[in-house]
């Protein structure tokens, strides 16, 4: 088993629609959840960062962290075609190494 | 543009070779960490080094091997190649080494034939 497992998708809607993407995790020490957004062939870009449970909310993007049920989301209102890209979730436990344990990453298509 | 530079952007090579990778980090960011991307593998850890010296392990395999110099840019080594090598290879810097926002370069394309 996976220490982060996340859909692959590909998840596909339309324009203006909300999104909500998930990861589970099984590591009980992770206290460290972010959100990777990674466009074709290009480097993933850090979108959310939270610490521990709750809610972060940056724009349209909205993270949640449920420590109690292990579970991640990402949601994203009003999505537009430029959002359409793999998204990864990560975590990780250590306040003394960054080493992030990445999910598979869900695919999304935004179509207009 | 994160502010990470990675060289070579593109790789091709021949099993049994060797080849070296490398990165330079954000101004200010004194962690550097390495990460392998295949399709059935996903995103993977390989290695950590904060100020120069090794701070966290993955999985990495033996032929492999990395480091970071005084000025702060990192070196990743891949020694043996073989075909599953065959991988997008990316460095991520952050200012502090247990730093949960972490910046990545455009990565490496390595093609192993």
């Known amino acids: 088993q996976k220490e982060v497992e996340q859909d692959p998708g590909p998840l596909s809607v339309p324009e203006g629609a909300i999104v909500s993407l998930n990861c589970t995790y099984s590591n009980s020490a992770f206290q460290y959840f972010m959100w990777y957004r990674q466009y074709s062939r290009k480097g993933p870009e850090l979108l959310m960062y939270?610490?521990?449970?709750g809610n972060k909310e940056d724009g349209r993007f909205t993270a949640q962290v449920d420590k109690s049920s292990k579970y991640i989301s990402l949601f994203i209102r009003d999505s537009q075609p430029s959002d359409s890209a793999t998204y990864l979730c990560?975590?990780?436990?250590?306040?003394?190494?960054?080493?992030?344990?990445f999910g598979q990453g869900t695919t999304l298509q935004v179509k207009p | 543009d994160s502010g990470v530079t990675q060289t070579p952007k593109h790789l091709i090579t021949a099993t049994g070779q060797r080849v070296t990778l490398r990165c330079s980090p954000r101004s200010g960011d004194l962690s550097v960490y390495w990460y392998q991307q295949s399709l059935d593998q996903g995103l993977q850890f390989l290695i950590q080094?904060?100020?120069?010296?090794?701070?966290a392990k993955g999985n990495i395999l033996e032929r492999f091997s990395a480091q970071q110099f005084p000025d702060l840019h990192s070196e990743l080594n891949l020694s043996s190649l073989e075909l599953g090598d065959s991988a997008l290879y990316f460095c991520?810097?952050?200012?502090?080494?247990?730093?949960?926002?972490?910046?990545f370069g455009p990565g490496t394309r390595l093609l192993v034939l």
């Open positions: 080094y904060y100020n120069g010296e090794e701070r």
């Open positions: 991520a810097s952050s200012e502090r080494e247990g730093a949960e926002t972490q910046y």
């Open positions: 990560a975590a990780h436990g250590s306040s003394n190494t960054g080493k992030l344990i």
């Open positions: 939270t610490y521990s449970s």
